[in-house]
Nanobody
Framework: QVQLVESGGGTVPSGGSLKLSCVAS????????VAWSRQVPGKEREGVAAIDTDGATTYADSVKGRFTISQDNAKNTVYLQMNSLKGEDSAVYYC????????????????????WGQGTQVTV
């Protein structure tokens, strides 16, 4: 059973930066596919970035050029560097993971992932 814990959220002014971390208790022998998504009350969860076990990345158009997803396999950690933050980026951010064989690699659809963290609040 994989457990994910997000951290790094907070309150920043518009134009500021935050770096979120997602630490996994363990990962999948067949490779890890991880995604960050976000949700505001009353709206559907939105995928923002994804990374596969080879390091290939995918981004939503709304964050392209501002957010960077990366991973440190030695630390079982996936990061989301968020720059040039805007008010519309305010949300609870979640990381999610699945074995890469169980999802379309790079998918931003958060509902394709099986394991979820508890979320971290970002307020801009």
């Amino acid at each position: 059973q994989v457990q994910l814990v997000e951290s790094g959220g907070g309150t920043v002014p518009s134009g500021g930066s935050l770096k979120l971390s997602c630490v996994a208790s363990g990962f999948f022998a067949e490779g890890n596919c991880v995604a960050w998504s976000r949700q505001v009350p009353g709206k559907e969860r939105e995928g923002v970035a994804a990374i596969d076990t080879d390091g290939a990345t995918t981004y939503a158009d709304s964050v392209k050029g501002r957010f960077t997803i990366s991973q440190d396999n030695a630390k079982n950690t996936v990061y989301l560097q968020m720059n040039s933050l805007k008010g519309e980026d305010s949300a609870v951010y979640y990381c999610a993971a699945s074995p890469c064989g169980a999802v379309i690699a790079g998918t931003l659809n958060p509902f394709e992932y099986n394991y979820w963290g508890q979320g971290t609040q970002v307020t801009v």
